[in-house]
């Protein structure tokens, strides 16, 4: 089992429809949570972090935490055409020293105008 | 501030060639890291270091050595360039818990 799983994609969506993106990791005893988004040639930057369990929301982006299920996602609401890049999903864990992140392979978003 | 740069942006080895990414930030963050990543693929930790004089390897160190120092720099080198080590990358430095990323550095070994 990979240690942070993401549905490689792609997802296409409707320009203003509501994009959402899921990731998975193993690690229980993971702590902080975090999306990043990457645009294709570009290094990632990060645009979304949660560290408890619930919604934490930042503009169009809300990110969504259960760690009984270990499961965290993004969504993006009126996506947009300059949405449209690999969205990363990384974790922070016990297992990583806390200061090691651990990345998913990423799932490519396309919005459609 | 400039960030986190690297140099250089892109390079071709022939096999068995040697070479040194460098990367260096001026955010005096101790915390730095090398990536590489794989086409289709997510980033994989190579070298990490928690400050000047302090390395440690991370999942995919093999053909690949660091050093660190000073705060600021924190170069890669590739003694015996392999096909394998064909990839883009990332220098990364760490504030909190947010990492800064570097625009990369794509190598191809032929």
């Known amino acids: 089992q990979k240690e942070v799983e993401q549905n490689s994609g792609p997802l296409s969506v409707p320009e203003g429809a509501i994009a959402s993106l899921n990731c998975t990791y193993s690690d229980r005893g993971s702590q902080s949570f975090f999306w990043y988004r990457q645009y294709s040639g570009k290094s990632p930057e990060l645009i979304m972090s949660?560290?408890?369990?619930g919604d934490k929301e930042d503009g169009r982006f809300t990110a969504q935490l259960n760690k009984a299920s270990q499961y965290v996602s993004l969504l993006i609401r009126d996506s947009q055409p300059s949405d449209s890049a690999t969205y990363l999903c990384?974790?922070?864990?016990?297992?990583?020293?806390?200061?090691?992140?651990?990345f998913g392979a990423g799932t490519r978003l396309f919005v459609k105008a | 501030n400039a960030g986190v740069t690297q140099t250089p942006k892109f390079r071709i080895l022939k096999i068995g060639q040697s070479m040194t990414l460098q990367c260096t930030q001026d955010?005096?963050?101790?915390?730095m890291y090398w990536y590489r990543q794989d086409p289709g693929m997510g980033l994989k930790l190579i070298y990490y270091?928690?400050?000047?004089?302090?390395?440690d390897k991370g999942e995919v160190p093999n053909g690949y050595n660091v050093s660190r120092s000073t705060t600021e720099d924190f170069p890669l080198r590739l003694e015996l360039a392999a096909p394998s080590q064909t990839s883009v990358y990332f220098c990364a430095s760490m504030r909190g818990n947010e990492q800064f990323f570097g625009p990369g550095t794509r190598l191809t070994v032929l």
């Open positions: 270091s928690v400050g000047a004089g302090i390395t």
């Open positions: 955010m005096n963050h101790n915390y």
């Open positions: 949660i560290y408890s369990n």
């Open positions: 990384a974790v922070n864990g016990l297992n990583t020293g806390g200061f090691k992140t651990i």
